[in-house]
């Protein structure tokens, strides 16, 4: 009997919506994790921030549209500050995610 449930458990996170809920509850985890380091002003947030930060450039990258600013150079300091805070922001969401995620398809390819 111990064999059938294992195997149904098995076949339950093998299943797309068993990795799809292995991605949430760790999004959920990851995030909290995260939000709470952010949050404690030590020198953990500050790897978080930059974390987040690195995600976040990322997935803002993907969807702003690649072009060349022409500006002065303190007009490019300023929208690239605006664009790093924005990026640590938007990667407090995403990190966990992107994280997630990839130890969800770390597990489902270790249990097939």
Known sequence: MKN?????????????????TIS?????IIWS???????SGGDASIIVIAICAFFGWRSHSSIQPAMF?????????????????LSAIIGLFVAPWVIG?????RVYNVLL
């Open 4 to 20: 059938l449930n294992t195997q149904t458990a098995r076949d339950f996170f093998i299943s797309k919506n068993g990795r799809l």
């Open 24 to 28: 949430v509850i760790l999004y959920f």
């Open 33 to 39: 994790a995260a939000y709470s380091l952010w949050m």
């Open 69 to 85: 600013v022409w500006m002065s150079w303190m007009g490019f300091f300023v929208y690239l500050f605006v664009k790093f805070l």
């Open 101 to 105: 995620k990839w130890i969800s398809e």
